[in-house]
């Protein structure tokens, strides 16, 4: 698309880069300066008068005109004139002027009248950083079917947003947009933004293709890979067949073993090297512990601040925290990241550099515990291969409650009931010190309770810098941990079978999910109790009802959405105005298959 130097100017200004996001600009409102000689009240209108009189009080100047497209006279008001209107009403003139005009027994006013020129059209009003009559030529001599075709778009799609440009009388009748209207903004904004992020998508030669097999691994494994396990482990086979580097995320509901498709990914890239990074210590060690039990054969090595340099090309799996970005990293055809989200693009843009040869680059595999709405799953494939883990190994038998003040007696009969069989309780608190503004207890001030009325308690939180060891010492020997939502991600408590979440209201859904994830890791019968000050909540009765991590994303995203669809102002935290990622699957769906993504 070649661009003018005007065009070039104006759509600097306006922030766009394509005539489909200029067609997204529309208007908020259209006035209609065509003459009528019938007079229609509650309404702007136009008239063709001749000024009759004009009456200067202090704050309003009060004018006499007579109608010639009704006949008769009326009056019209200005409130606080500015300087410039004065003169635009002198006796015996006759021009057009526009405004609102009521009727009150039979007096007939026209409020704030301006002097108008554009006469015998419907005009848009457009809020841009364009001034408005400089917008509307724009967009009148610019944007066309021809220009929107080129882009890709469909024709009915055109076709329906070209008439918010183009106003029509049946448009200003109908005061609010058609089902089908909102529906091609919705294509239009997706397709844009789908075609933007295909477009950022860059491909380079993979410093290794193979043909690769895992079967005779996955023999040795003491239990079976579940069907979602094996159809991601036969993504990343593709993958590492083509000579393109690969780009996949594979995203998983909390335990539902992705650590396996790691496994399955280093046995599939033998002999040659991979690299791991996850977030934390006590993550990198679980991985490592991991590979030592299900990779026997391969030399792992593990890397943290506190490793000492040693020679890392005599090992065929490197796994370490973000330390490894300090370290002198040899050649690796495979390179992954454990819970992505947690490092910044930068980071993980350094490791795959570090380990690249001249200009070609190892496959990339990203993972990701945090389940995300499948229509944002299928939006991100513009950009990257997306593998959905939405299975467990094994079902878990989680029971979930709301609970209030008065039911503490019991949650404490079924806190030591638990303690006694020799599991686990976490208790989370919203904040480590007292807050005047939260009427729920902080870590400082309900710890006191909890360790004079049970024995081994151990307490920890975000700040703490010795969180990691707490944990750990928790683990062997704990039997109450009292953390804020620190614990979310990562480690694993096999005894852990019962989570209390105390001002559960505050937590976003998925942020609760992880936490409730954090128990009955390995088949034991869990407990999640959500505490609350609220009478009801809507949201978590839904949430205490949905086990899925992908179905909790979609709630999230259903509660979290507010304001109006038709003023576009479907905030929630979107990048979008007008798509819901919550209902708009098949606009996702027919966005993707017209982009051949």
């Known amino acids: 698309m070649k661009l003018s130097k005007d065009q070039e100017t104006k759509f600097s200004k306006l922030g766009i880069s394509s005539w489909s996001e200029l067609a997204l600009i529309i208007p908020h409102s259209y006035e209609d300066f065509r003459l009528n000689d019938k007079l229609q009240t509650h309404k702007a209108q136009l008239i063709d008068a001749t000024v009759e009189s004009v009456f200067r009080a202090p704050n309003s100047i009060?004018?006499?005109?007579?109608?010639?497209?009704?006949?008769?006279?009326?009056?019209?008001?200005?409130?606080?004139?500015?300087?410039?209107?004065?003169?635009?009403?002198?006796?015996?003139?006759?021009?057009?002027?526009?405004?609102?005009?009521?009727?009150?027994?039979?007096?007939?006013?026209?409020?704030?009248?301006?002097?108008?020129?554009?006469?015998?059209s419907i005009t848009p009003k457009y809020k841009s950083n364009l001034r408005n009559d400089v917008m509307v030529r724009f967009i009148a001599n610019n944007l066309n079917f021809e220009n929107l075709k080129s882009e890709g778009l469909k024709d009915v799609v055109i076709d329906e947003v070209l008439k918010l440009h183009n106003p029509?009388?049946?448009?200003?009748?109908?005061n609010a947009f058609s089902h089908k209207t909102i529906n091609s903004l919705k294509y239009i904004e997706l397709f844009t933004y789908m075609k933007q992020l295909a477009s950022k998508r860059r491909y380079f030669e993979a410093s290794l293709s193979k043909d690769s097999s895992y079967n005779d691994w996955a023999k040795t494994l003491p239990f079976t890979l579940t069907d979602e396990q094996i159809k991601t482990i036969e993504d990343i086979k593709t993958d590492f067949k083509k000579?393109?580097?690969?780009?996949?995320?594979?995203?998983?509901?909390?335990?539902?073993?992705?650590?396996?498709?790691?496994?399955?990914?280093?046995?599939?890239?033998?002999?040659?090297?991979?690299?791991?990074?996850?977030?934390?210590?006590?993550?990198?060690?679980?991985?490592?512990?991991?590979?030592?039990?299900?990779?026997?054969?391969?030399?792992?090595?593990?890397?943290?601040n506190k490793s000492k340099k040693i020679d890392l090309s005599e090992y065929d799996f490197i796994i370490g925290t973000h330390a490894l970005l300090y370290r002198e990293l040899p050649h690796a055809d495979l390179v992954m990241v454990d819970e992505q989200h947690r490092f910044g693009t930068q980071q993980r843009n350094m490791l795959e550099k570090l380990v690249s040869s001249g200009d070609k680059k190892p496959h990339f595999l990203q993972f990701s515990a945090t389940p995300i709405p499948r229509t944002q799953a299928m939006i991100e494939t513009a950009n990257i291969?997306?593998?959905?883990?939405?299975?467990?190994?094994?079902?878990?038998?989680?029971?979930?409650?709301?609970?209030?003040?008065?039911?503490?007696?019991?949650?404490?009969?079924?806190?030591?009931?638990?303690?006694?069989?020799?599991?686990?309780?976490?208790?989370?608190?919203?904040?480590?010190?007292?807050?005047?503004?939260?009427?729920?207890?902080?870590i400082d001030e309900a710890r006191g309770y909890w360790e004079?009325?049970?024995?081994?308690?151990?307490?920890?939180?975000?700040?703490?810098?010795?969180?990691?060891?707490?944990?750990?010492?928790?683990?062997?020997?704990?039997?109450?941990?009292?953390?804020?939502?620190?614990?979310?991600?990562?480690?694993?408590?096999?005894?852990?079978?019962?989570?209390?979440?105390?001002?559960?209201?505050?937590?976003?859904?998925?942020?609760?999910?992880?936490?409730?994830?954090?128990?009955?890791?390995?088949?034991?019968?869990?407990?999640?109790?959500?505490?609350?000050?609220q009478s009801s909540s809507d949201r978590l009765d839904r949430f205490v009802d949905t086990t899925s991590g992908f179905d909790?994303?979609?709630?999230?995203?259903?509660?979290?959405?507010?304001?109006d669809l038709l003023k576009g102002t479907n905030q929630s935290g979107s990048q979008f105005k007008w798509i819901d990622l919550a209902e708009d699957e098949e606009i996702v769906k027919e966005v993707k298959k017209d982009l051949g993504i």
């Open 62 to 120: 009060q004018i006499t005109f007579f109608v010639h497209n009704f006949g008769h006279s009326i009056t019209g008001v200005l409130f606080r004139p500015k300087p410039y209107m004065m003169h635009q009403f002198k006796v015996g003139d006759r021009d057009y002027f526009y405004g609102i005009i009521e009727c009150k027994v039979g007096q007939c006013s026209i409020s704030m009248p301006r002097k108008v020129t554009t006469v015998g």
């Open 168 to 174: 029509t009388d049946e448009l200003l009748q109908n």
């Open 243 to 304: 000579d393109v580097a690969s780009k996949r995320m594979i995203v998983g509901d909390v335990g539902s073993g992705k650590t396996m498709v790691i496994m399955a990914a280093v046995e599939m890239i033998l002999p040659s090297r991979s690299i791991l990074m996850a977030p934390t210590t006590i993550l990198a060690k679980q991985l490592f512990q991991e590979a030592q039990t299900h990779l026997p054969h391969v030399k792992s090595v593990l890397v943290t």
């Open 385 to 442: 291969d997306v593998s959905l883990i939405t299975s467990t190994p094994f079902k878990k038998d989680i029971t979930s409650r709301v609970i209030h003040k008065q039911d503490f007696s019991d949650l404490l009969k079924n806190i030591r009931d638990e303690i006694a069989k020799g599991n686990q309780i976490l208790l989370v608190y919203p904040l480590v010190e007292q807050s005047e503004v939260l009427e729920y207890q902080s």
């Open 452 to 533: 004079k009325n049970f024995n081994n308690v151990y307490v920890t939180h975000g700040k703490d810098k010795e969180k990691e060891q707490v944990l750990l010492d928790f683990r062997e020997s704990g039997d109450i941990l009292i953390a804020t939502t620190v614990v979310e991600v990562g480690i694993s408590l096999p005894r852990l079978s019962t989570v209390v979440i105390v001002g559960a209201e505050r937590l976003g859904l998925s942020t609760l999910h992880q936490l409730r994830g954090r128990v009955s890791r390995t088949g034991l019968k869990g407990y999640c109790y959500l505490y609350t000050n």
């Open 552 to 563: 909790i994303a979609n709630l999230d995203l259903k509660f979290r959405k507010s304001g």
